[in-house]
């Protein structure tokens, strides 16, 4: 059957380097193909490079009964469930806002809550509520040549670590990944946020992500994490944070509760996929 393309459509989508690929479940054409095989299978394969589409996580699309636009099941590259996801946030609004509804703003359904996406100029901005958030230090062993760290959760849990230096050392890695499993964490673990404040209204920070098992160019979630931490200390309201990919803005909204994500979004492409691809194991 090679050369047989599906008769849907799917969008690979990059925020900040963070990229993920869409499937619109709504449409029966891709509901068939996503349901005859495992769809777990299909998240790693389609996220595999060279394999698959290369991604950081699969974004699938379903109607929802509770008034958003629409609901989002959002997998990591590795096949596992998330809660939430900054940047596929602001890209899969972007797609709502092109695609769907042809509007400035989308709403949508995600583990969390409805999460509500709108543009602002050229970038794309969601909204989250504030985490509850204890300024305490969390303790996890912390290597040389940091300062503290806390845990927090902004959507999916971080432990966000001060960094003396930047960029993050290499050699690092291996107590990162000892830190994304510490026993206290739990089962699933958490992402791990290194940043380093370098100036009064500037981060630097990268995430090693859960699901991903690596650094990411980008994380929303930990660009959130590491800014609401330093805004607590600050007692600031906004701040930007770069990410390897690029550069995002956090805010805190107090009154209304919310902490805000802006940065980039694009639709890198609009493809369809071979029917072997779903024939073949995945």
């Not at 008034?67 to 899969?92: H, L």
């Not at 206290?184 to 370098?198: D, F, I, S």
Request: with cysteine; glycine share 8%; hydrophobic share 40%.
């Amino acid at each position: 059957m090679a050369n047989e393309f599906t008769d849907f459509s799917f969008w690979k989508i990059e925020g900040a380097g963070n990229d993920f690929a869409v499937l619109d479940l709504r449409e029966q054409g891709v509901k068939k193909a996503v349901e005859s095989v495992d769809q777990i299978q299909l998240v790693k394969k389609l996220s595999t490079p060279k394999f698959g589409l290369g991604c950081d996580g699969v974004v699938f699309i379903k109607d929802t009964k509770t008034g958003e636009d629409f609901q989002w099941d959002f997998f990591n590259a590795d096949g596992s469930r998330a809660e939430m996801c900054g940047n596929a946030a602001r890209c899969i609004g972007l797609v709502g806002m092109e695609f769907f509804n042809k509007s400035d703003s989308v709403s949508f359904l995600t583990d969390i809550g409805p999460v509500e996406a709108k543009k602002a100029g050229d970038l794309i901005e969601v909204a989250i509520e504030v985490p509850n958030f204890e300024p305490e230090e969390f303790d996890v062993g912390l290597m040389n040549g940091t300062r503290r760290s806390w845990f927090i959760n902004t959507g999916v849990p971080h432990v966000v670590i001060e960094s003396a230096y930047w960029p993050i050392r290499k050699e690092l890695k291996p107590k990162i990944e000892s830190i994304r499993n510490h026993p206290r964490l739990g089962e699933a673990g958490a992402n791990v946020t290194l940043y380093k404040k370098e100036a009064k209204d500037h981060l630097n920070a990268i995430t090693f992500e859960r699901g991903v098992e690596d650094y990411t160019l980008s994380c929303g979630t930990g660009v959130m994490a590491a800014a609401i931490v330093d805004l607590f200390q600050t007692k600031e309201d906004q701040i930007d944070v770069s990410n390897p990919g690029g550069r995002l803005n956090v805010r805190i909204d107090q009154k209304n509760n919310k902490v805000y994500l802006k940065g980039p979004a694009r639709i890198v492409y609009k493809g369809q996929l071979n029917k072997d691809f779903f024939n073949n194991e995945v």
